[in-house]
Nanobody
Framework: QVHLAESGGGLVQPGGSLRLSCAAS????????MGWYRQAPGKQRELVAS???????NYVDSVKGRFTISRDNAKNTMYLQMSSLKPEDTGVYYC???????????????WGQGTQVTVSS
């Protein structure tokens, strides 16, 4: 089973930058798509960005041009570089990974515990 550990959250002023990391560990055959969701207070969780095993990426419109998702397959680690941060980017950021424990096993999704990002002056 894949275990995900996020790091890099914190408090930053508007216009600042943060880089989130999500490290995968455990026993798995392969990791396919990975991504980041965020949940702001009183709002539904939304998909912020995703990246597949080939490196193709997708972003929600509100972060395009400001956030960059990437992954290092050799380290089983994914990153989210966030720049020009806005107060509306505040929330708990969760990483996920779609993986298989064996080549013949079904794909399942693992989740991190979440990391808080607060954008405030």
């Amino acid at each position: 089973q894949v275990h995900l550990a996020e790091s890099g959250g914190g408090l930053v002023q508007p216009g600042g930058s943060l880089r989130l990391s999500c490290a995968a560990s455990g026993t798995f055959f392969a990791i396919y798509s990975m991504g980041w969701y965020r949940q702001a207070p009183g709002k539904q969780r939304e998909l912020v960005a995703s990246i597949n095993s080939g490196g193709s990426t997708n972003y929600v419109d509100s972060v395009k041009g400001r956030f960059t998702i990437s992954r290092d397959n050799a380290k089983n680690t994914m990153y989210l570089q966030m720049s020009s941060l806005k107060p509306e980017d505040t929330g708990v950021y969760y990483c996920y990974a779609a993986a298989r424990v064996a080549s013949t096993a079904p794909t399942y999704t693992g989740w991190g515990q979440g990391t808080q990002v607060t954008v405030s002056s």
